[in-house]
C-alpha cells in the first residue's frame, strides 16, 4: 500500500515537472525575446541583490523568532532545506515535514514549532489579502482598494492566529513577513525599472510572481511563476525569468549544502514517509534505556608501530588487572614491516585475553579497526591508537556515558586536558569546522582515536562503513547520526607522541575529499528507513 502510494507520488510530481517545463517553454516562446529585451547587468545585480535580501530576512525572522533556541548558523540551515523541500517537492506534506524536522534535530517544544508554523501561515495569509488589494488598487481602482484594505484589518482581529495568546509574536511575524515583501520587492522594481518597466507594472509583477512562486504544483516553479507574463506582457519575460532564477539560486546552493549535513537527500522528499521516520526516530529518542555491559574489548589498530606498542599494551593489560569488564584486546597488524607483529605475538603468548589479528598487507586504519570491531566480542567494544595517547584509563568517563543512556561515547580533544602544538591545533579547528558544516553537526573533534560503542551499535555502524583510510572516523560519525545514535562527547587527556604518520595538510585534504564521497555514498534516511 506505502508502495503504491509512493508511486503515485512520484507519478504526480514527475507530471507536474515535465508540464511546468512545457509551461516555460511555451511562455518563453510566445514571448520571443530578443538580445534588446535581455536585463542589463545592472538589473541582474539588483535581482540577486533582492532574492539574497528576501532569503536573508527570512533567515532572521526564524532566528528572531525562536532566539537562543537555535543559533544564526541553524537558522540558515534550517531555512535552506525548507526552501529546498518547498522548491523541489510542492505536494510533500512540508508543515508536517518542519514540525517533525525542528522538534528532532533542534530540540524545539512542539508548542513553540506549532505556534511558529501557524503565525507564519496567518501572517502569510494576511499579507496575501493585502497583495489582492494593491492589486485591486492597480487594476481597478481606489474604493476596491480601500474595501480589501479593512477586510485585511478585520481579517487579523477575527483569525484564529492566537491573537490574544501571542500578540507580540504575531506582530512580529507579521512584521517580519511585512519587511521582506517590501525589501525584496523594492529592489525588484529598481530592477524592473532599469529595464524600462512602469513602476505599477513591476509591483503587479512582484506581487504575481511571489503568490505562483510559493503555491506553484510545479516543482522549482517551472513556467508557473512565470505566468504574469502573459497578462502583463512579453517584454518582461527576461527580467521575470532572471529573477526566477536568482529566487532558486541560494536554495539550490544551500541546499546541496546541507541536504546531507542533516543525512536527506532529494529522493527523501518524493517519499511521504519521511514524516513517519522523523517522528519515530524522536520517539526512539524518548523511550531509549542504558546498555547493560559485562563485557568490554578494545581494538588496536597498529602499522610500524614497535616503538610505541609495548608501552600502552603493558597499560592496558594492567588496567585489565582492575577493571574485569574489560575482557579483549585485539591488536589488527595493517601490513606491519618492523617487529609490531612479533612483539604483539609475546604478549597474546602470556595473556590470553590478547589476540593478533594480521591484515597481511597494509590496507589503512579505517579497514584495520573495522576488522577488529567486528571481530570482537562485547557489549562494549572501544578502539585506541597504538601510541597511547589518551591513557586508557580515560575510558571511564566513556563508559559512564554508555552507562548514562548514549550508545557511543567518543574523546574530545579540543579541552584544556588535550596537548597539541600550535600549527596542528590550527589546522585541525579548520579541518573540524568544515566537517561539521558538509556531514556530522554538533561533533568537536572527528578524529580523535579514543571511542567506545555499545556492541549493537558498533556493529550496525562498523558494517556499513567502507572507508579505509583516516576518513574513516567521519563515515562512522555520519552513520551514526543516519541510524539516529546518541553520541555522548567527553574531554580527555591526550598528548602529541612523537613519529605520527598524519600529515596534517596532505591528509586533510584527502580526508576533505573523502567527506563529499561519505556525503554521496550514505545520504538519504529513507535509505534505512
Not at 491 to 512: A, F, I, N, Q, T
Request: a positive charge; one cysteine or more.
Amino acid at each position: 500500500m506505502k508502495s503504491n502510494k509512493q508511486s503515485t507520488f512520484k507519478f504526480n510530481l514527475a507530471l507536474c515537472h515535465a508540464a511546468g517545463i512545457l509551461l516555460l517553454l511555451g511562455i518563453a516562446f510566445h514571448s520571443v525575446p530578443d538580445a534588446s529585451s535581455l536585463p542589463p547587468l545592472r538589473a541582474v545585480a539588483i535581482l540577486a541583490a533582492s532574492a539574497a535580501a528576501g532569503f536573508a530576512l527570512r533567515v532572521l525572522r526564524r532566528k528572531i523568532f525562536f532566539g537562543p533556541g537555535i543559533s544564526l548558523h541553524r537558522s540558515l540551515s534550517y531555512e535552506a532545506i525548507v526552501q529546498t523541500v518547498q522548491l523541489t517537492s510542492p505536494f510533500f506534506p512540508r508543515r508536517a515535514f518542519e514540525a517533525e524536522f525542528l522538534e528532532g534535530d533542534g530540540h524545539l517544544s512542539s508548542t513553540r514549532v506549532l505556534s511558529w508554523l501557524s503565525l507564519r501561515a496567518v501572517s502569510s495569509l494576511s499579507l496575501a489579502i493585502f497583495s489582492i488589494a494593491v492589486l485591486m488598487k492597480i487594476f481597478l481602482g481606489g474604493f476596491l482598494f480601500a474595501a480589501a484594505l479593512a477586510a485585511v484589518l478585520l481579517f487579523v482581529l477575527i483569525s484564529r492566529a492566537s491573537w490574544k495568546e501571542t500578540p507580540l509574536r504575531f506582530t512580529m511575524m507579521l512584521a517580519g513577513g511585512s519587511l521582506i515583501w517590501i525589501a525584496e520587492g523594492f529592489l525588484f522594481c529598481l530592477a524592473a525599472k532599469a529595464c524600462s518597466i512602469e513602476t505599477d507594472k513591476a509591483v503587479a509583477l512582484y506581487i504575481l510572481f511571489t503568490g505562483l512562486y510559493e503555491l506553484s504544483p510545479s516543482p522549482f516553479a517551472l513556467g508557473v511563476a512565470e505566468l504574469p507574463v502573459l497578462f502583463v506582457g512579453g517584454e518582461v519575460f527576461a527580467p521575470v525569468f532572471a529573477f526566477h532564477c536568482m529566487r532558486a539560486l541560494p536554495t539550490f546552493i544551500l541546499g546541496w549544502l546541507y541536504l546531507s549535513r542533516y543525512k536527506f537527500s532529494i529522493s527523501d522528499f518524493s517519499n511521504p514517509g519521511l514524516v513517519d521516520v522523523l517522528a519515530r526516530r524522536k520517539s526512539l529518542e524518548v523511550g531509549r534505556t542504558s546498555a547493560k555491559i559485562a563485557k568490554i574489548a578494545i581494538v588496536i589498530p597498529a602499522f610500524n608501530e614497535e616503538k610505541r606498542i609495548s608501552p600502552f599494551l603493558h597499560s592496558v593489560l594492567e588496567y585489565a588487572n582492575t577493571n574485569r569488564l574489560l575482557t579483549q584486546v585485539l591488536i589488527v597488524d595493517d601490513g606491519s614491516s618492523d617487529r609490531t607483529a612479533g612483539i604483539v605475538g609475546e604478549f597474546a603468548a602470556k595473556n590470553e585475553c590478547v589476540r593478533l589479528i594480521s591484515n597481511g598487507n597494509n590496507r589503512g586504519k579505517g579497514f584495520s579497526v573495522r576488522r577488529g570491531v567486528l571481530a570482537a566480542e562485547a557489549d562494549a567494544i572501544l578502539y585506541a591508537d597504538a601510541d597511547g595517547a589518551t591513557p586508557i584509563t580515560e575510558m571511564e568517563p566513556l563508559l559512564d556515558a554508555l552507562n548514562s543512556g548514549a550508545e557511543i561515547a567518543i574523546g574530545s580533544r579540543r579541552s584544556a586536558k588535550a596537548e597539541r602544538t600550535g600549527f596542528r591545533q590550527a589546522v585541525g579547528g579548520v579541518f573540524y569546522k568544515i566537517v561539521n558544516l558538509l556531514a556530522v553537526p554538533g561533533i568537536d573533534d572527528t578524529q580523535c582515536g579514543f571511542k567506545i560503542f555499545t556492541g549493537e551499535a558498533a556493529k550496525k555502524i562498523f558494517s556499513r562503513s567502507l572507508e579505509d583510510g583516516w576518513a574513516f572516523d567521519v563515515e562512522i560519525l555520519y552513520v551514526a547520526q543516519l541510524l539516529g545514535y546518541r553520541i555522548a562527547q567527553i574531554p580527555v587527556r591526550w598528548s602529541e607522541k612523537p613519529g605520527s604518520k598524519v600529515s596534517v595538510l596532505r591528509d586533510s585534504l584527502k580526508m576533505l575529499v573523502a567527506v563529499f564521497r561519505i556525503r554521496s555514498r550514505h545520504g538519504g534516511l529513507m535509505k534505512d528507513a
